[in-house]
């Protein structure tokens, strides 16, 4: 299983020029297999929202909803750092409910970090949260909880201005503290810019080979999410059909009397045989 992995093992793996590896978890049982695999990361993203909850943003997910489920990866993860996703509104209002919200992932959920969405605008959220003890985790770019003044989702600083502004929030977010970044959907070569020219690890989601690691919804990863598959998302397995066939044939088999057959069934003892037969019992 190896050490437990703390949040500066990950800023010095940039160092060593190591690549870092996330992906999302929202229950016990991923988090665990996730875990053994070796992921550095373990996010429990908003993304539940849409993946799990059926929302169809990030946007009406609750604090009580993601230290619902970020207890339970917690009690998966024996190696991974544990990011908490802070969700929309719990961070914005002002700087003391974003402490206390972001206290309750470490506190309650047993969270090693928080990630928060934005740039400039959060980056005095951002000091007072590392004051309060709290390790956080950036995320600019596409940043999915305020997609609508973004225009949508679709790849942000595609322009010189746009991409000197993500440049400068990066920057901004290092000297706030921020241990990491997420980069999500930006061009790969303003990516790498980003990466090279600060000291904190860019993660990134649709922004090239150039970051210092990668992040994947697990369930885009495994093909269990249909309803659409971004660009930037590689299948590496596609179990929702096959899920679908496994029901087909459990239900196949009940209708038809095949299951559950002798094998799968528990026999009486001889003495409890005899006495549910006995006609006089």
């Known amino acids: 299983m190896g050490t437990k992995l703390l949040v500066t093992d990950l800023v010095a793996k940039k160092a060593a020029n190591e690549k870092i590896t996330m992906l999302t978890a929202y229950d016990a049982s991923f988090a665990t297999m996730l875990d053994q695999a070796g992921v550095d990361i373990l996010l429990v993203g908003d993304s539940l929202g849409m993946v799990l909850l059926g929302y169809e943003s990030t946007v009406p997910v609750t604090m009580a909803e993601m230290l619902h489920h970020a207890r339970a990866v917690r009690r998966g993860v024996k190696r991974a750092v544990l990011v908490g996703d802070m969700p929309f509104l719990s961070y914005q209002v002002d700087v003391v ?8 992932f470490m506190k309650e959920a047993g969270c090693d970090a928080v990630k928060l969405e ?18 956080v985790m950036g995320h600019i770019g ?10 949508g989702f679709k790849v ?27 980069l999500e959907c930006v061009p790969d070569e303003l990516a790498r810019v980003i ?32 309803k659409f598959v971004p660009r930037f998302v590689k299948q590496y397995a596609n ?19 095949a299951f559950p057959d ?18 006089d019992a």
Not at 97 to 104: F, L, M
Not at 120 to 125: G, I, P
């Open 262 to 279: 002798a094998a799968h069934s528990f026999p009486a003892r001889p003495d409890l045989r005899e006495l549910l037969h006995d006609k």
């Open 195 to 226: 990466t090279a020219k600060i000291a904190i690890p860019t993660i990134g989601i649709g922004a090239g080979p150039g970051c210092d690691g990668q992040v994947l919804v697990t369930h885009d990863l495994v093909g269990l999410f249909e």
């Open 97 to 104: 409910s974003a402490i206390r919200n972001a206290g309750r």
């Open 142 to 151: 596409l940043t999915p909880q305020t997609a609508g003044q973004l225009g």
């Open 118 to 135: 934005g740039g400039l605008e959060v980056c005095d959220t951002v000091r007072a949260l590392v004051r309060a003890g709290i390790p």
């Open 239 to 257: 179990l929702a059909p096959r899920i679908r066939e496994a029901v087909a044939g459990f239900v196949a088999e009940v209708h038809s009397g």
């Open 156 to 182: 942000q600083g595609n322009d010189l201005a746009s991409a000197r502004k993500l440049l400068e929030a990066a920057r901004a977010l290092a000297l706030a503290g921020a241990w990491a970044v997420v």
